[in-house]
């Protein structure tokens, strides 16, 4: 399995506490729940800005040459996002150690979801037809990009309903972008909406301010679950008339 989506998965799952009598014994230690990705253009990777980067994982925006990103990426969870991948590109960007993708474009090659090991993300615009975007969701993706990316702060009623909008088509990972980064009022709004991994700009300089403000969100109790895509439910049976027990027989 993809370790971006396993991770994304895990999210806010309490770990098991530790062992002793210090102080840290018997304490609840649990995961942030959002997902931070940052996103670099390839001019930026190399393998200092990679090892001070406080995300969990690193998208380059593509296409991007497999051995130009591997180098400046070890040790780190990477993937690529492009408007399509090929299933040579696909090959060879396993084989340098991409362990995600994130595609843009239908034209994308249908083979890039056999292989169990990538992590496999859909980009589905706000203008989508509702149709298209239920059933690429219905596909074997692991997770759904919502594009364009987001507005920006303060967060606005508009922002949760497109939100909202794709939430409630598919019960996989949901990620939103935001180029200039979000506060902390903005993060617990899309926490509450059911938002799982969030993408960061590299030049915004805010990925590590994101980070801070992931890390302060108020502990939540208990994760919420992801609601199942919208299926259509059978028109209720309609009910037999009642037997009048004084109408005659004949």
Avoid: Y
Avoid at 25 to 48: F, K, V, Y
Avoid at 221 to 227: M, S, T
């Amino acid at each position: 399995m993809s370790r971006l989506i396993d991770a994304i998965e895990k999210a806010g799952l309490q770990s098991t506490p530790p062992l002793g009598f210090g102080a840290a014994a018997g304490r609840e230690q649990a995961t942030p729940d959002l997902t931070l990705i940052e996103s670099m253009r390839i001019e930026h990777i190399d393998s200092q800005t990679a090892a001070s980067s406080p995300a969990d994982a690193i998208v380059v925006e593509g296409p991007v040459p497999p051995d130009a990103v591997s180098q400046g990426l070890e040790g780190r969870i990477w993937g690529v996002r492009s408007p399509s991948f090929t299933l040579d590109h696909s090959i060879d960007l396993i084989n340098s150690g991409c362990d995600f993708v994130v595609f843009e474009s239908l034209e994308t090659h249908a083979a890039l979801l056999n292989d169990e090991g990538l992590g496999v993300i859909a980009s589905v615009s706000t203008d989508m037809k509702e149709e298209t975007a239920r059933t690429l969701a219905e596909l074997p993706v692991h997770g759904v990009l919502l594009t364009p990316p987001l507005r920006g702060v303060p967060l606005t009623i508009e922002d949760l309903m497109e939100v909202q909008a794709v939430r409630g088509l598919t019960d996989k990972p949901l990620l939103v972008e935001a180029t200039e980064g979000l506060d902390s009022a903005a993060l617990e709004s899309l926490r509450l909406a059911g938002v799982d991994a969030l993408i960061v700009g590299h030049e915004s300089g805010k990925a590590a301010c994101v980070r801070e403000a992931i890390l302060a969100l108020p502990r939540r109790r208990e994760r919420p679950k992801h609601r199942s895509a919208l299926v259509p439910h059978p028109p209720a049976p309609t009910p037999s008339p009642a037997f009048d027990e004084d109408e005659e027989d004949f």
